[in-house]
C-alpha cells in the first residue's frame, strides 16, 4: 500500500503494531503513516479505529489493494509444518484452505504479515501467510499462491498525518463518531 501511494523510492521505517505507526506520525518521527481500516470480507480494523479517536492526526489518503495471500516457508515438506503464523485478518481470511489443506499444525496470530515472514525465516517448521514480497525480503520460498478463501477480497489503507492537507475539490469525507461508553 505504501509503494502504490508514495512509489518505490520512498523512506520506509517499519512499526509493530498499528499503534506505534500513529504514535511515530503524532510525534512527528515520521510525516506520514498507512494503516488497514477496512478488509472486504474481515470487515472493520478496530486497531486502527481506535487510534483514530484517541490521537490527533488526519486522514490525507486512501489506498484500496486487492489482496492474495501466500503460503511461504523453507519447510522440507507440507507433512512437516507444525505452525501456521499470519496477522489474524489474514489467517480468518484464509480460513477454509487452511482448514482444507492444512488442518493439524497450530494456527498463531503475530503482529502483521511481515512479521510472520520474518518469523517464520526463523523456524523450518514454520510458515507464514503473507504477501509474495514479505517471502522475497526474508528468504522464503512460496509454497501456494492465492490461498485466500474470497479471490476478490481487498483491504481499505489510510494515509494518516500531522499535516493539514489543502481540498482538492476531489476529496471524500470519512467521519468517525464515538460515544462515552456508559449506560443510556
Known amino acids: 500500500a505504501v509503494k502504490k501511494h508514495f512509489g518505490r523510492e520512498v523512506n520506509l521505517i517499519p512499526c509493530d503494531s498499528i499503534e506505534e505507526v500513529f504514535q511515530s506520525v503524532e510525534t512527528r518521527q515520521t510525516q506520514h503513516g498507512v494503516v488497514p481500516v477496512e478488509n472486504s470480507t474481515e470487515g472493520g480494523v478496530s486497531n486502527t479505529l481506535n487510534c483514530l479517536v484517541a490521537t490527533t492526526v488526519t486522514i490525507v489518503g486512501e489506498i484500496t489493494l486487492r489482496i492474495s495471500h501466500a503460503l511461504l516457508g523453507n519447510v522440507a515438506t507440507n507433512e512437516s509444518i507444525k505452525t501456521v503464523l499470519g496477522h489474524k485478518q489474514a489467517l480468518a481470511q484464509c480460513r477454509r484452505w487452511l482448514d482444507q489443506h492444512l488442518p493439524l499444525p497450530e494456527r498463531l496470530a ?15 517448521d514454520c510458515v507464514a501467510i503473507a504477501g509474495i514480497e514479505a517471502g522475497e525480503v526474508n528468504g522464503l520460498k512460496i509454497i501456494r499462491k492465492g490461498i485466500e478463501d474470497e479471490p476478490n477480497n481487498s483491504t481499505r489503507f489510510l494515509v494518516i498525518s500531522n499535516q493539514i492537507i489543502e481540498p482538492s475539490g476531489r476529496d471524500k469525507i470519512s467521519l468517525l463518531l464515538a460515544s462515552r461508553n456508559k449506560a443510556g
Open 110 to 124: 503475530v503482529s502483521s504479515n511481515a512479521e510472520a515472514a520474518r518469523q517464520a525465516s526463523l523456524d523450518d
